[in-house]
């Protein structure tokens, strides 16, 4: 039987061996039959003399001496990336018959039987034959997600097939655990998106989420498409109970306005953050602003996406559960550690995989089918361990990924993605770290890092919000913190204004 995604009742009950399994055999027909239209790879392996066929698991990757490669190989060539089959309509037919073949023999003898009979078939038939075929191959939605601390958004693109039935199998899921799984059935479920509204996946797979499994969906967006004042009306209205966006723009803007307009919300609240990683601090926040709104019970729950895992978003189920990979049909993620590495060379030769709960820099390999392909990827982002088996919490067979740094995409591409290690003041930084510490500090009501990258080395900025009535005092405040925490002084400390956080410039939520 072709499987393109497992279901919530089938990531209940399969194992991880079986689910490894299925994995192992869409990486083997991407590789055997998807790569050879791809034109980055027809080089790459011409290039490195291996034959994809002999790859039969990521670990073969490494045994056969193949590199990982960089983001910054992607951008100069975004195109050279998508599944692209070229000649006749007959040689696209068998590109994507062998596809087939290769992950289910009766699907593929129920096309070839179907072909055969192309001359006898009902022009309804035909039709529907040429629109599978298309739904697989044509790209139909560009998305990114991801980018907006390094200013590098990755976009990919994706198919109809990808978006309408594998997005959407990971939005039904998504929404199980972040809505379902927290509200009795007599409750009425309100999702108020306030993602931005864009190709942005964040936004899509939110909107889909609600649609499927919420009672009410507000459709809303933010980041311009509906002003504060609009959004906050409609949430006086509707009363919603599930909110989805970027913390820092909730805690800063949304329901700051909020408060301001005395705005009153329900007993219970679900809150999905997506894009940043959401700080400790920021979790305490943001649940003591709900219940100022009303809210008795607040649930904050963190997301996870990035354009180059494109439907594979990922979610908690609860708070600190893990975020859960649901799409595993869609991307086999590993980490690894890296050695030596040529700032010139878009590739990584020296590298090993690490053990799931070691952690490491995260390595994709997508195996969804056609549009952007990206195998052997290193994204960027870094994990601190990665729990298998079943979830003790929801009970569903997947991995659960713990600690994204996303900030640290900066931090990352000083030491693989190109630039040389010694960097700030000859020192490695953790951003997201440094950002917390910032932010704990009584004055400050919000952070922002900044790196300017120069010769011969990168400079620190920070700029921050002062508290109301804490104007001055800060920056000493802040040196000390520094002194106490890195081994780095900052190039420079900056008081700003909120809204110069959130301008149109500078959105860090687009």
């Known amino acids: ?143 990114f997600a991801g980018g907006t601390e390094s200013g590098r958004p990755s976009p990919v693109l994706l198919t109809a097939k990808q978006k309408l039935e594998l997005m959407k199998n990971n939005a039904d899921i998504s929404a199980y655990l972040i809505m379902t799984r927290h509200f009795d059935e007599d409750e009425t479920i309100t999702g108020m998106n306030l993602f931005p509204y864009a190709p942005h996946i964040a936004w899509q797979v939110i909107n889909m989420a609600a649609e499927l499994r919420a009672d ?3 459709c809303t967006a933010a980041g311009g498409f509906l002003n504060e004042e609009k959004l906050i009306n409609i949430a006086r209205t509707a009363k919603p109970n599930v909110f989805s966006g970027m913390i820092d723009y ?56 990035a354009s180059e895992l494109k439907e594979a978003t990922m ?95 900066l931090m990352t591409e000083m030491k693989i993605m190109g630039v040389d290690e010694e960097k700030i003041d000859g020192a490695m930084v953790n951003l997201v770290a440094l950002r917390e510490k910032i932010m704990s500090l009584r004055p400050i009501k919000e952070a922002q890092l900044v790196i300017e990258r120069g010769n011969p080395h990168d400079k620190l900025t920070v700029n921050y919000v002062a508290c109301n009535g804490h104007k001055n005092g800060i920056k000493p405040l802040i040196k000390n913190m520094f002194k106490k925490y890195s081994d780095i002084k900052p190039a420079a400390l900056k008081q700003v204004k909120m809204s110069d956080l959130y301008s149109e410039h500078n959105l860090k939520y687009c």
């Open 1 to 143: 039987m072709l499987k393109e995604f497992l279901t919530l009742e089938e990531l209940k009950k399969l194992n991880p061996e079986k689910i490894e399994a299925l994995q192992n055999k869409r990486l083997q027909a991407t590789l055997r039959h998807m790569l050879p239209h791809v034109a980055f790879y027809r080089e790459f392996f011409k290039k490195h003399k291996v034959d994809p066929a002999k790859i039969k698991t990521v670990e073969d990757w490494k045994k056969q001496g193949l590199p990982l490669f960089k983001k910054k190989l992607y951008l100069q060539g975004i195109k050279d990336f998508v599944v692209d089959p070229h000649g006749s309509r007959k040689d696209i037919f068998k590109a994507y018959l062998h596809y087939v073949s290769s992950l289910s023999k009766i699907q593929g003898l129920r096309l070839l039987y179907t072909a055969l009979l192309t001359a006898k078939l009902s022009r309804k038939k035909k039709e529907a034959l040429a629109k599978e075929i298309k739904s697989f191959f044509s790209p139909k939605m560009p998305a």
């Open 216 to 218: 009410l969906n507000l």
């Open 250 to 305: 909730l805690i800063n803007v949304f329901l700051h306005k909020a408060q301001e307009e005395k705005l009153r919300l329900g007993k219970k609240i679900v809150f999905l953050n997506g894009a940043t990683k959401m700080l400790e601090l920021q979790r305490r926040q943001i649940k003591a602003m709900f219940k100022k709104l009303g809210a008795k019970t607040v649930i904050a729950l963190d997301g996870y996406g």
């Open 315 to 409: 979610a908690e189920c609860e708070e600190n559960s893990g975020l859960h990979h649901v799409s595993p049909l869609s991307c086999i993620i590993r980490t690894v550690k890296v050695g030596k590495t040529d700032p010139k060379s878009g590739y990584v030769y020296d590298w090993e995989f690490t053990d799931d709960q070691e952690g490491g820099y995260a390595v994709i390999w997508n195996i969804d089918g056609a549009g952007t392909l990206l195998e052997g990827f290193l994204l960027g982002d870094h994990y601190d361990r990665i729990a298998g088996g079943r979830c003790p919490r929801c009970g569903l067979n997947v991995k659960r990924i713990f600690n994204v740094n996303r900030v640290t995409d």
